[in-house]
Structures are given as structure tokens and as C-alpha cells.
């Protein structure tokens, strides 16, 4: 993790490469919409301390990211010029976005940059070899750029061309940004050396998906506590009944192993909000987790789950929250998840380091109010899992080390 930043190198009059995570929301999926705007500047406002500060010490910027999922170059919805206006109203400063990503149109338009010029690229994946991470792609992003800068936290865990592939192709510094560097220290601590107690909250809809997140946590952390869809396998694997709820019935075997792995570690809710079907009108009651009704479904934890967790979480050193205790997006079914999110923000307060790992809980944490109020709110969700599981991401071990 001791990875070099932009404060460890000289960057004035240097042209520097910035991979930034502009993966943002739009206002159309229209490709003929000549007028889509970005609804959401928050990835676009978290990269501006590292733009800003390479802007300061000299550099001219060379900006790169993906945006959605195009198939084909042909996808122009997903092009970055609203991205580009974005940017340049939030720096202050005219952005030239250009239509490709390498070709002569850009070494000619890079050759041309004084410092304090920002050009942003078109999107990466509108180029074959960028997922590919294809070697020609990556040396010619690569002969851009005196400084690579990687801040794009989202995209770490892939070995994409302008990633991984351009910072060993590279023959300048390639380092992190302040967010990669912040998101880094955060998550860095809880695999390497937690604070104790250190508590890990585990929710969402799949166990399956999280297996070996949940094996390395309970080898690191004091206690694993789960709610949302998986918290149903958990139980059903321990012989309740569990009516209509959503069950990973493949995934039973690896629950009963984590259960017997576990010993006290796992705390599981004991109450749990029902309703007969999924939707927002549909009415909704709390009951113990063994008096589920064979027509009703688990789409929440109860109160007395709550106050389990919350007994579990006092005088906690450090908390990380992935994925929320219920369906949030429906209110009936979001007090779990927006109680917890509360109970987080007041143990913040206490001296708690508290890290939300991304995706649905960042998103969670946001409806709730409370983003400020947490220690770090990851900008990867993907990512943030798989540092958590132990795992190496590519996008960082590229990065020089100090």
C-alpha cells in the first residue's frame, strides 16, 4: 500500500496522464440527444484536489476515464463532452475534450499543450484495446505523458490499458492521486493493520458473491455482522424457515461452513420486517426470525436486530459497512439500513473510524444524510471488496513504490 503520490514528484512543465473516474450519471441514454448533461458532479468534484493541485505546481493535463458501457464508438450518448463542460465550469477553466483517445488528432493536440492546459480524452472504452489492455494501446497513451497519475479508485481492480497498462509502459513516474491516496490509507488500514475492536458489516442481496470477502474479514475482525438478502441464507442455514425471502439454496453449504468457521464472530438478525411482495405499498410487519409465515418475505432487519448490532458496535475502534441491511429504495423497507447509517455517524463522533465500502452502502449513506458525517465513503465499490478480500488490484501495484 506504500505507494508514491503526487506530493513525492517534481511535476512542473511536464504533460501528466490522469486516469480519473468520471463514470457519472447522465440525463439521456439517447444517443441522438445533442443536449445530455451530468445529473450528478460527485466523482467529477472528488478528483478536483488532485487536478488542482497538479494545475498549481505547473503541469499541463492529459484526462482519461470510461463513462457507461458503450458497445460501440457508435454509442455517442456516451460520449464525454458533457463531462468536459462539467469540469470546466467546476475548475474554472476552458477543458478541450477531444474525439479520440490516441490517434494523430490527440499527439497533435498534446504537443501543442502549455501548462495549465486540461484536455479530456474521449471515452476509453470507445477504444477495442482498453479492456483488453491491449500493449499498442497502452504505449501510445504512454508516449502522451512525462507523469502518469492513477485516481481513479472505481477502476483499480481492473487491468485495463490505461490503468495498468500505460503505468508499466511509462518510463516517467506513474503515481497516485489524493483520492486513490485516500482511499488507500481507509481501506488499507482494515487489510493490513486494524485497530481492535474492529467490527465489519456485511449486507446486500448475495452471499455468494461475498464468500471470501467474509472468510478473510473473520480472520481480521472482532465481529461480522449480516443483514440484508444475505442474512436469509445465513438463517436458513441454521434451520429456519424462511417463507418466500430470497434464499442462495447453492449457497448453503459455504453458510454452514461460515457458521462453523465463525463460532461467536457471525451476529445475525434476530427480528426481520416482512411483507407478502416486494413493492413499496405492500404491508409490512416485524417478526422473530422464527416465525417468518411460508407467503411472507424478509425485506428488512427488525429493532431488536438493531439494538444487537448496536451492542455489538460500542466502543468499536474501527467499522466497514458493505451493502445495506434491506431494500432501502423502498421506504417500508429502508429503516434498518438508514437507523444503522445514524448509529455509524454517532460512532463517528465518539472516535470510531468508521469506512463505508462503496456501491449500494455509499449510495445509502447518501439518501441517509450522512455522508459527511462518516470517516471515508469509498468511490469503488468493486474495489473497495476486493482490497478488502485480500486481493491485489492491479491498477495499484503498477504505481511506484515509495
Known amino acids: 500500500m506504500n505507494k508514491k503520490t503526487v506530493t513525492d514528484i517534481d511535476v512542473k512543465g511536464k504533460k501528466v496522464l490522469v486516469r480519473v473516474d468520471f463514470n457519472v450519471p447522465l440525463s439521456s441514454k439517447d444517443p441522438n440527444d445533442t443536449n445530455i448533461t451530468v445529473t450528478d458532479d460527485t466523482r467529477i468534484r472528488a478528483a478536483l484536489p488532485t487536478l488542482n493541485y497538479l494545475l498549481e505546481h505547473g503541469a499541463a493535463l492529459i484526462l482519461c476515464s470510461h463513462l457507461g458501457r458503450p458497445k460501440t464508438p457508435a454509442d455517442k450518448q456516451y460520449a464525454m463532452d458533457p463531462v468536459a463542460k462539467c469540469l470546466s465550469d467546476l475548475l474554472g477553466k476552458p477543458v478541450q475534450k477531444l474525439d479520440e483517445m490516441v490517434g494523430e488528432s490527440v499527439t497533435a493536440a498534446v504537443a501543442a499543450m502549455q501548462p495549465g492546459d486540461v484536455i479530456l480524452l474521449e471515452n476509453t472504452r470507445f477504444t477495442p484495446g482498453e479492456t483488453k489492455n491491449d500493449a499498442e494501446l497502452s504505449a501510445k497513451l504512454a508516449a502522451l505523458a512525462d507523469v ?58 448475495k452471499i455468494s458473491d461475498k464468500i471470501k470477502l467474509i472468510d478473510n474479514l473473520l480472520q481480521k475482525a472482532d465481529k461480522v455482522l449480516i443483514g440484508g438478502g444475505m442474512a436469509n441464507t445465513f438463517l436458513k442455514a441454521q434451520g429456519y424457515e424462511l417463507g418466500s425471502s430470497l434464499v442462495e439454496a447453492d449457497a448453503l453449504p459455504e453458510a454452514r461452513r461460515l457458521l462453523e468457521t465463525a463460532v461467536d464472530s457471525l451476529v445475525l438478525p434476530v427480528d426481520v420486517v416482512i411483507a407478502p411482495e416486494f413493492k413499496a405499498d405492500a404491508p409490512a410487519t416485524v417478526v422473530a426470525v422464527d416465525a417468518i409465515p411460508a407467503d411472507q418475505m424478509a425485506l428488512d432487519i427488525g429493532p431488536k436486530t438493531l439494538e444487537l448490532f448496536k451492542a455489538s458496535l460500542a466502543g468499536a475502534k474501527l467499522v466497514i459497512w458493505n451493502g445495506p441491511m434491506g ?19 454517532t460512532a463517528v463522533d465518539a472516535g470510531t473510524q468508521v469506512v463505508i ?19 471515508h465513503v469509498s468511490t469503488g465499490g468493486g474495489a473497495s471488496l476486493e482490497l478488502l478480500e485480500g486481493k491485489e488490484l492491479p491498477g495499484i501495484v503498477a504505481l511506484d513504490d515509495k
Not at 167 to 184: I, N, Y
Open 148 to 205: 502518469y497519475v492513477n485516481d481513479a479508485f472505481g477502476s483499480a481492480h481492473r487491468a485495463h490499458a490505461s490503468t495498468e497498462g500505460v503505468a508499466r509502459a511509462l518510463q516517467g513516474p506513474s503515481v497516485a492521486g489524493f483520492l486513490m491516496g485516500k482511499e488507500l490509507e481507509a481501506l488499507g488500514t482494515a487489510v493490513t493493520n486494524p485497530p481492535h475492536p474492529y467490527i465489519a458489516i456485511m449486507g446486500g442481496a
Open 327 to 345: 431494500v432501502f429504495e423502498m421506504a417500508p423497507f429502508a429503516k434498518g439500513t438508514n437507523e444503522l447509517a445514524q448509529l455509524l455517524a
Open 357 to 375: 465500502g462503496g456501491g449500494d452502502s455509499a449510495a445509502a449513506v447518501k439518501n441517509a444524510g450522512l455522508t459527511a458525517k462518516m470517516t
